[in-house]
């Protein structure tokens, strides 16, 4: 498709302050916020804001703006929504803002965003329209950026990784990094992708709260073509909006 | 061997500030700081300190000290040695203390060194042995903690990780976490050590400098018994010495 070039393709499996992003990252947090920022999108919301706090998500509140988010994995008081990617996709939010509060994912994205040129929302969900965006926009480098749990590696992020890794790789030449090469062995090892989503300590947690069914909708690989990308920034919180390809100014009929 | 029990075997794939080591941990920095310090042991030497930096290191020098390190992969300027483990094994270091100041290693083993009950030196070239320890040792944990390069997963790491998971498992019945199974998946997609060690970005470095030849001996698995073990610090170093099954007093026949 495109001529031979070396970009390079890497995945860091936890975020670390000290790295840089000089081209295209994707923002995995595959249980659940990338999954459920794509469903939002899917059920027909304008944008996605992601809030670094459940404080911030409360303060944009107002008749056009939802907002959603977990605390324990359960929806926060005073919030309209949860994180659940099932009740994203069936909510009544055309047209509309939702304001997203997570932990993790939320990290990563304002990491990558302190830096990159163009940041975007990746699941298994999306994963073949992120990857393919991705492929698209870099010039030299896509960056795949799992946002792990608590500080530690996260089995269903790093799955992700390699499934993106695997796709971006058929489309391209690519220089592989340490990050990839693990990402794309954990790929591998596991080919069906609810196994090792539902062995990771996210999935642990979300059965603990009774929100297993969550899981399988995560696994699903390239159900949806919407992928949220990074479009600026109101205050503290970026804007996410569904990536439009071929159209020059936005003439808005979500 | 043991009872079943059910101890937790973690794999951290990087070092993080915020988490801490109730038990035991593994060390790995196999290319090529934990191998190096157990072929400096297997040398002779009475003892390893790990120093913070170039200029501890250099503080230290005495008659019955010798200090070993790199810089960009080379020995620094008044060093003894390199940090090269075919050098190290061929060291003059009986009974001599060897001072070692590498990065990511030293890193490692000193915020492991801050909670741990025990902190082990672990690398391929002493997998068995320090495996069966970790094992032996442990009574709720053990948790491997690879030392990466630069704030980002090394591939030699992960896969030395897997295979001292492999190992441990074999002993005993442990409950794995996200970061276990991406070593244990990129240990199995690898069957030959030399592979992942080769394609890692620090072989890459020591190719820059030459010093390629240190890969295959970094790849032997369980060709040494000796175990560099956590005993103390002096300053801001801390102090490894051979561990010794069985004596209860040191009679110092190395």
């Known amino acids: 498709m495109n001529q031979p070039t070396s970009k390079r393709l890497r995945v860091d499996?936890?975020?670390?302050?000290?790295?840089?992003?000089?081209?295209?990252?994707?923002?995995?947090?595959?249980?659940?916020?990338?999954t459920t920022a794509t469903a939002f999108l899917e059920a027909g919301a304008s944008a996605i804001y992601t809030a670094a706090s459940l404080e911030q998500a409360r303060a944009f509140k107002d008749h056009d703006v939802v907002i959603a988010g977990e605390e324990g994995g359960l929806m926060p008081a005073g919030f309209d929504y949860g994180n659940s990617p099932r009740e994203a996709l069936e909510a009544k939010v055309t047209g509309k803002t939702v304001v997203m509060a997570t932990t993790n994912g939320t990290r990563a994205a304002h990491l990558a965003a302190t830096?990159?040129?163009?940041?975007?929302?990746?699941?298994?969900?999306?994963?073949?329209?992120?990857?393919?965006?991705?492929?698209?926009?870099?010039?030299?480098?896509?960056?795949?950026?799992?946002?792990?749990?608590?500080?530690?590696?996260?089995?269903?992020?790093?799955?992700?990784?390699?499934?993106?890794?695997?796709?971006?790789?058929?489309?391209?030449?690519?220089?592989?990094?340490?990050?990839?090469?693990?990402?794309?062995?954990?790929?591998?090892?596991?080919?069906?992708?609810?196994?090792?989503?539902?062995?990771?300590?996210?999935?642990q947690s979300l059965q603990r709260v009774g929100l297993e069914a969550d899981v399988p909708f995560c696994a699903q690989i390239a159900a949806s073509p919407a992928v949220p990308m990074l479009e600026g920034r109101v205050g503290d919180a970026l804007i996410f909006r569904r990536y439009q390809p071929q159209r020059t100014t936005a003439s808005g009929e979500d």
């Open 13 to 34: 499996l936890l975020p670390q302050p000290e790295l840089t992003y000089p081209d295209v990252v994707l923002v995995v947090d595959v249980i659940r916020a990338t």
């Open 115 to 203: 830096t990159a040129k163009h940041v975007l929302l990746a699941s298994l969900y999306n994963a073949h329209a992120a990857a393919r965006l991705a492929h698209e926009l870099a010039t030299e480098e896509v960056a795949i950026l799992c946002a792990g749990a608590g500080g530690k590696v996260a089995l269903d992020d790093t799955y992700t990784a390699g499934v993106l890794a695997e796709f971006i790789q058929l489309m391209g030449l690519y220089d592989l990094q340490d990050g990839t090469l693990i990402a794309l062995a954990t790929r591998r090892t596991y080919p069906d992708p609810l196994e090792p989503l539902s062995l990771s300590i996210a999935a």
